[in-house]
């Protein structure tokens, strides 16, 4: 019982210590709100903002920005996509003050990364067949990014790792009327 009871207490101890040690300071992540007036959470996305239709961006609004910001990032994925994750839009060093992102737009001073169509912008949500979920993913960073403009999300992803204040997630569904 000793015995267990000493490992119940040094573990932690021992992971907090090194963490301390490794200089890594421990955040709290907050969450951001996406949001859209074209569909509710988890709901339905309207064909206009697909393949079937203007293949334009749904409207967004970003909410719950936390102090530091000095940009967000964006990206839009399908992870139903029978060849793996597939990624429909990549944009980063979005201003931090933007609360809106307007149908079919990008905001000044915003660069946009490749999609899995290795085309840069918007592509919307065009499922072969089914029922696929959508992701608008939205990060709050503490550094503006200095990549260059065919960046795909994987490095994206990297180049984002330590420095992700909060982030907020906007899901939808789309199946296709082709």
Avoid at 139 to 146: E, H, I, K, P, W
Wanted: charged share 15%.
């Amino acid at each position: 019982m000793l015995r267990s009871n000493f490992w119940l207490i040094a573990v932690p101890l021992i992971l907090t210590i090194a963490a301390g040690a490794a200089g890594k300071e421990v955040r709290k992540m907050t969450t951001l709100s996406i949001t859209t007036t074209a569909f509710a959470q988890k709901g339905a996305i309207p064909s206009r903002y697909t393949c079937d239709g203007g293949d334009m961006n749904p409207p967004l609004a970003i909410a719950g920005v936390p102090a530091g910001t000095k940009s967000l990032a964006l990206v839009m994925d399908d992870p139903d996509a029978p060849a793996g994750i597939w990624v429909h839009w990549v944009v980063w060093n979005i201003p931090s003050e933007t609360r809106e992102i307007g149908e079919r737009s990008v905001p000044a001073g915003a660069v946009q990364g490749l999609n899995s169509w290795s085309r840069t912008g918007y592509g919307g949500p065009c499922p072969p067949s089914g029922t696929h979920r959508y992701f608008f993913k939205v990060y709050a960073l503490d550094a503006m990014l200095n990549l260059k403009p065919l960046t795909t999300k994987a490095e994206l992803e990297k180049a984002m790792a330590g420095h992700i204040l909060a982030k907020g997630e906007l899901m939808g569904t789309y199946r296709s009327t082709r």
